[in-house]
Structures are given as structure tokens and as C-alpha cells.
């Protein structure tokens, strides 16, 4: 569960609210995964609608980990390396 600041009354006052929508990270991954076997012998247009293919046929794509990756900051003149 996360914190996410609302901005309420014209932008002058914030709260913060419990957020337990899963749309991202790993948990999101798995819900998409399920949804995929559900419907897997459905058929998804594509090539600007000329052809179709099913969609257990779309290959599931992994995350790539952004260990010792560098990311830059304070327009473009810091950066500092990810550990995680």
C-alpha cells in the first residue's frame, strides 16, 4: 500500500491518501499474467488491423533489473547509480 499526495481546494491543500491499486511491480504482473491464460483463445488484430494472431501467442516480455544503472538529475547535471 502506498501514500499518494491528493491536491485538493485550488491546489492549496494536500492530503495524503492509502493507495491499493496495483498497477505496476510485481503484483501487477501477476494479475496480468492471469488475465493473459483467461482469454488466451481470443484473437488480437494487428499490422493496422490486417492481420490477426491469438493472443496466447504473444510471447510474455521479463524485466530487466537496473542494478548499477546510472540516472541523471537537476537537468542532466548530476547523476547517481542505482543499487536496487
Known amino acids: 500500500m ?8 485550488r491546489g492549496t491543500r494536500i492530503v495524503e491518501v492509502d ?3 496495483n498497477w505496476v511491480g510485481s503484483e501487477f504482473k ?3 499474467e492471469a ?3 483467461e482469454s ?7 499490422g493496422r488491423g490486417t492481420g ?3 493472443f496466447s501467442d ?3 516480455t521479463e524485466s530487466k533489473s537496473t542494478k548499477g544503472m546510472w540516472v ?9 547509480k542505482l543499487d536496487d
Do not use: E, L
Open 52 to 54: 490477426k494472431i491469438k
Open 35 to 37: 488475465k493473459k491464460a
Open 19 to 21: 493507495d491499493s491499486s
Open 30 to 32: 501477476k494479475i496480468q
Open 2 to 9: 502506498a501514500k499518494i499526495k491528493v491536491r485538493s481546494g
Open 40 to 46: 488466451k483463445d481470443k484473437y488480437v488484430s494487428v
Open 72 to 80: 541523471s538529475s537537476g537537468r542532466g547535471t548530476k547523476k547517481r
Open 58 to 60: 504473444i510471447p510474455s
